[in-house]
């Protein structure tokens, strides 16, 4: 059933979507000539309110969970699963009093309108694959830029997108990185929950009528644990909300 209404409720959700993307670019660049950044962060705010709630145009639900008080005047490094692209525009709304950054492919900065304009102004890292020196130059420039404006960012451990919902192992380097450079930086595990069933069937038709969940979970003092410690608590924080087996230190991995 999920799949014969995607295929009636795919096209307007479609529409809707690159419609509001294709508004957005204009009064975005507008937004940063001429009235400067905070302008165009309130800009993509709007923008990813709307991009977020169009999921109710695939009768999709929207949950924000967040039980923490979560400093503003203090770097974040908020560490989440990916599931799919549907990630991203709820959690720069949701986390948006923090001004969550993300690290990008260097290619989408190019050809997609909204998208790629606010990677090139909104102050996050937008990396080469190809390049590692490239890729820990621009996410080392980025925590700078967290050190000097209290900014967050958003680092999906993973490193793509787990596809049928299944966490992948955490990798480390993205967040030891950042904690070089902003050591006092606040590691919160952020669990996403559904969003892969959006795309399960593919682009088209996408999947409807799921219940989809954004969770803020306890926030990590950083002290003098070594990045790979902090990254495995992550993850496993991540795993008992989806009800995924334990990780375990490499170490002790069979």
Same mark, same amino acid.
């Given at each position: 059933?999920?799949?014969?209404?995607?295929? %009636?409720?795919?096209?307007?959700f479609?529409?809707f979507f690159g419609?509001?993307?294709?508004?957005?670019?204009?009064i /975005?660049?507008?937004c940063?000539?001429?009235f400067?950044?905070?302008?165009?962060?309130?800009?993509?705010?709007?923008?990813?309110?709307?991009?977020?709630?169009? *999921?109710?145009?695939?009768?999709?639900?929207?949950?924000?969970? @967040?039980?923490y008080?979560?400093?503003t005047d203090?770097?974040?490094?908020?560490?989440? @699963?990916?599931q799919?692209?549907?990630? %991203?525009?709820?959690?720069?709304?949701?986390?948006?009093?923090?001004?969550?950054?993300?690290?990008?492919?260097?290619e989408?900065?190019?050809?997609?309108?909204?998208?790629?304009?606010?990677?090139?102004?909104?102050?996050?890292a @937008? %990396?080469?694959?190809?390049?590692?020196? /490239?890729?820990?130059?621009e996410?080392?420039?980025?925590?700078?830029?967290?050190?000097?404006?209290?900014?967050?960012?958003? %680092?999906?451990?993973?490193?793509?997108?787990?596809?049928?919902?299944?966490?992948?192992?955490?990798?480390?380097?993205?967040?030891?990185?950042i904690?070089?450079v902003?050591?006092?930086?606040? &590691?919160?595990?952020?669990?996403?929950?559904?969003?892969?069933? &959006?795309?399960?069937f593919?682009?088209?038709?996408?999947?409807?009528?799921?219940?989809?969940?954004?969770?803020?979970?306890?926030?990590? +003092?950083?002290?003098?644990?070594?990045?790979?410690?902090?990254?495995? +608590?992550?993850?496993?924080?991540?795993?008992?909300?989806?009800? *995924?087996?334990?990780? /375990?230190?490499?170490? *002790?991995?069979v």
């Amino acid at each position: 059933m999920s799949k014969l209404f995607g295929y %009636i409720l795919s096209p307007v959700f479609y529409i809707f979507f690159g419609l509001i993307l294709c508004i957005f670019h204009p009064i /975005q660049w507008l937004c940063f000539k001429l009235f400067g950044y905070k302008a165009h962060k309130v800009s993509v705010d709007i923008l990813n309110f709307f991009l977020t709630y169009c *999921q109710i145009l695939l009768f999709n639900s929207i949950s924000f969970k @967040n039980e923490y008080d979560l400093p503003t005047d203090r770097p974040i490094i908020f560490a989440a @699963n990916h599931q799919s692209m549907y990630d %991203i525009p709820s959690l720069i709304w949701f986390l948006r009093k923090h001004s969550a950054k993300f690290i990008s492919k260097i290619e989408l900065t190019k050809g997609i309108p909204s998208i790629s304009i606010n990677l090139r102004l909104g102050g996050g890292a @937008n %990396i080469n694959r190809k390049d590692n020196k /490239q890729a820990i130059s621009e996410i080392i420039k980025l925590g700078r830029r967290m050190k000097e404006n209290n900014w967050s960012t958003v %680092i999906f451990p993973e490193g793509t997108r787990a596809k049928d919902g299944q966490l992948k192992t955490f990798q480390y380097g993205g967040i030891a990185t950042i904690l070089k450079v902003v050591p006092n930086a606040l &590691i919160v595990p952020v669990a996403i929950e559904n969003s892969w069933k &959006i795309v399960r069937f593919g682009k088209f038709p996408l999947s409807t009528g799921n219940a989809l969940k954004w969770t803020v979970l306890k926030p990590i +003092e950083p002290g003098v644990k070594p990045p790979n410690d902090i990254t495995l +608590e992550v993850e496993n924080e991540i795993r008992k909300v989806l009800g *995924q087996p334990m990780a /375990q230190p490499a170490s *002790q991995s069979v």
